[in-house]
């Protein structure tokens, strides 16, 4: 697919609706080497990313479940079997993680959107190998008891559950913005002046 089709054609789908095959081997290695090839000023390699298939997959979300039933015992069974289903769908879910270097001159801002570029280029590649993808969050991205359970160590946080796979049904485009409405052209003349 041609780089700006691949940019312009490029939509997120729901991960309920991504089903097998996930990317074969061949495929997943051509994926993520593209997806780790994002800006990263002072070459820190601010994220790492842990793959969950077949039964991993499963044995994350029941514990999940079991982490929110824990802090939240009077949590509702449905919300609690949501959390057994999350990663139940799509035969592929990619964690991505920043890890971030503190007090560094390159600022953890800048860290975490390289960390998001690798999300985001996952994304990309799914889509340009003829896959869907959707880059979730959740209350499990924020939580210490999922950190935990994901070895993450004190300076690593989970930027996103990208769930891969094949979609199963063709999704219809959202509405994007205008891009006159996010673009404009800065002018001299017109900038505020400070004292």
Same mark, same amino acid.
């Given at each position: 697919? #041609?780089?700006?089709?691949?940019? %312009?054609?490029? &939509?997120?789908?729901?991960?309920?609706?991504?089903?097998?095959?996930?990317?074969?081997?061949? &495929?997943?290695?051509?994926?993520?080497?593209?997806?780790?090839?994002?800006?990263?000023? +002072?070459?820190?390699? $601010?994220?790492?990313?842990?793959?969950?298939?077949?039964?991993?997959?499963?044995?994350?979300?029941?514990?999940?479940?079991?982490?929110?039933?824990?802090?939240? $015992?009077?949590?509702?069974?449905?919300? !609690? &079997?949501?959390?057994?289903?999350?990663?139940?769908?799509?035969?592929?879910?990619?964690?991505?993680?920043? @890890?971030?270097?503190?007090?560094?001159?390159?600022?953890?801002?800048?860290?975490?959107?390289?960390? +998001?570029?690798?999300?985001?280029?996952?994304?990309? +590649?799914?889509?340009?190998? =003829?896959? =869907?993808?959707?880059? !979730? %969050?959740?209350?499990?991205?924020?939580?210490?008891?999922?950190?935990?359970?994901?070895?993450?160590?004190?300076?690593?946080?989970?930027? +996103?559950?990208?769930?891969? =796979? %094949?979609?199963?049904?063709?999704?219809?485009? @959202? %509405?994007? $913005?205008?891009?006159?409405?996010?673009? =404009?052209?800065?002018? #001299?003349?017109?900038?505020?002046?400070?004292?």
């Amino acid at each position: 697919m #041609p780089t700006l089709e691949t940019l %312009t054609t490029r &939509q997120s789908t729901p991960s309920r609706l991504l089903n097998a095959p996930a990317p074969d081997a061949a &495929q997943l290695q051509a994926l993520l080497e593209a997806a780790i090839r994002v800006p990263d000023h +002072g070459q820190l390699v $601010p994220f790492r990313l842990l793959l969950l298939r077949d039964a991993s997959r499963i044995a994350f979300g029941q514990r999940i479940a079991e982490i929110h039933q824990h802090s939240d $015992p009077g949590a509702p069974e449905k919300a !609690l &079997q949501k959390d057994r289903d999350r990663f139940n769908q799509a035969p592929l879910v990619i964690v991505v993680i920043a @890890r971030l270097t503190a007090g560094h001159k390159v600022p953890e801002q800048e860290q975490l959107l390289s960390a +998001g570029c690798v999300a985001y280029n996952i994304l990309l +590649g799914a889509h340009a190998l =003829g896959f =869907g993808a959707q880059w !979730l %969050t959740g209350w499990a991205a924020y939580d210490a008891d999922v950190a935990a359970l994901l070895s993450l160590a004190a300076n690593e946080k989970v930027i +996103g559950f990208v769930h891969v =796979g %094949t979609a199963a049904e063709v999704i219809p485009d @959202r %509405t994007r $913005p205008v891009l006159e409405s996010v673009c =404009g052209e800065w002018h #001299p003349e017109s900038a505020a002046h400070g004292n």
